[in-house]
């Protein structure tokens, strides 16, 4: 437990598309779908070996500073006992006013171990700060799109976005959380851009 205290995003920085990643799949090229951290992870591998993806959701993923409201609370909440920090964290999560952000917060404690957080959350936040992820992300050759609740339709950087060609899917009534607010919505907006990548439109 002491170690995973000091453990960072793993190896993100290293990260490669290994066939053995795909856990026994023979897929040479596949999609990637990535929603929050999951899209961090996605982008940082797919930027050294884009030869190998066909097409990128990114769902309200890391680009920017600004994403990083959730994960900074390790720096601005800040304590020596991982237990406490992860109960507060989900408590702020609960009391938001953003929708569906209660309903994240319901299971955090079930799906999160505390000594594995900080770790995650102050690479998230170094990654976010310094590790030019809008760059990385704006170089990917193939389709993109960038699916966001609607809710946030404040962040700075979606006309840059769209100026370079990224599909931008605004999900209505939604914020951080789109699969929790409306999930058939989500999925819609999905299959049509991958739907339009098998037709070649």
């Not at 006013?97 to 917060?105: K, V």
């Not at 789109?178 to 919505?185: I, L, R, S």
Request: charged share 25%.
């Amino acid at each position: 437990m002491r170690r995973l205290r000091r453990r960072p995003l793993p190896r993100l920085r290293r990260s490669r598309l290994r066939r053995d990643d795909l856990r026994g799949s023979v897929a040479e090229r596949f999609h990637l779908v990535g929603h929050s951290m999951g899209g961090l992870t996605a982008l940082l591998p797919a930027h050294p070996e884009p030869e190998r993806v066909l097409s990128f959701v990114d769902i309200e993923g890391y680009l920017a500073p600004e994403d990083c409201f959730l994960s900074r609370q390790i720096v601005t909440h800040r304590t020596d006992d991982p237990a406490h920090f992860l109960a507060g964290f989900a408590d702020r999560a609960r009391r938001s006013t953003e929708t569906s952000s209660a309903l994240y917060a319901a299971s955090l404690r079930h799906k999160v171990r505390p000594e594995a957080v900080r770790g995650i959350f102050e690479s998230m936040v170094a990654l976010s700060d310094h590790g030019d992820l809008m760059k990385k992300f704006l170089a990917l050759p193939f389709p993109r799109m960038f699916l966001y609740g609607a809710e946030n339709a404040h962040l700075s950087y979606l006309p840059e976005l769209a100026a370079h060609g990224v599909e931008l899917a605004a999900i209505p009534h939604s914020g951080q959380w789109p699969m929790y607010a409306d999930p058939v919505a989500m999925r819609e907006r999905i299959a049509a851009f991958h739907g339009r990548r098998s037709t070649g439109d």
